[in-house]
């Protein structure tokens, strides 16, 4: 059974670089898009974008110029980097698992991270 | 980019009664790459249905999916207590993924 764990800081300071890992255990990360999601506090979800084992990137263009993602399968993990953070980037994120048949289909517990200055 | 959009924002039912709740697609998603979610208090997002239709492991049928083009719908047919939740629908036809902004359903 797959799990998905995310890990990083839960505070970030303003304008700096917001930095997470997913660690993916029980399945191969081969074949699937691997996300990230966030959700602001009493707010809907927001899909950030996703990276392929292959390097293939998708991001929202709305965050697009601010984001990074990568993979190294040789420790099952993916990371986001978000940069020029503001209060506006606070919330809970998630990783998660996607494909083109059930689209994002296995999630994280989700992360809370809070910008401040 | 796909923008959809879910009506109501809230739905506000009895235990028993029957949901509808819709979701619109601001394009026409190719091959039906729709997909629902639940999400209660806490907790992160459980898939529901994708395909537009198919129930995803685990769900029960009286949760179920439906439309095409720019038009889906979940149906819940007989709200149990625990079916009180926000739900959430995603499209994944191109590369650039959406959520909708959600359906609150609240006991009446």
């Known amino acids: 059974q797959v799990k998905l764990q995310e890990s990083g800081p839960g505070l970030v300071k303003t304008s700096e670089t917001l930095s997470l890992t997913c660690t993916v255990s029980?399945?191969?990360?081969?074949?699937?898009?691997w996300s990230w999601i966030r959700q602001p506090p009493g707010k809907g979800v927001e899909w950030i974008g996703y990276v392929h084992v292959s390097g293939t990137t998708s991001y929202s263009p709305s965050l697009k110029s601010r984001l990074t993602m990568s993979v190294d399968t040789s420790k099952n993990q993916f990371s986001l980097k978000v940069s020029s953070v503001t209060a506006a980037d606070s919330a809970i994120y998630y990783c998660a698992r996607g494909n083109y048949l059930h689209g994002v289909e296995v999630w994280g517990q989700g992360i809370t991270v809070t910008v401040s200055s | 980019d796909i923008v959809l959009t879910q009506s109501p924002g809230t739905l506000s039912l009895s235990p028993g009664e029957r949901a509808t709740l819709s979701c619109r697609a601001s394009q026409r998603i190719s091959s039906d790459y729709l997909a629902w979610y639940q999400q209660k208090p806490g907790q992160a997002p459980r898939l529901l249905i994708y395909g537009a239709s198919s129930r995803a492991t685990g769900i029960p049928d009286r949760f179920s999916g439906s439309g095409s083009g720019t038009d889906f719908t979940l149906t819940v047919s007989r709200l149990e207590p625990e079916d009180f939740a926000v739900y959430y629908c995603?499209?994944?036809?191109?590369?650039?993924?959406?959520f909708g902004q959600g359906t609150k359903v609240e006991i009446k």
């Open positions: 995603h499209q994944y036809s191109r590369s650039l993924w959406t």
């Open positions: 029980g399945a191969s990360m081969n074949n699937y898009y």
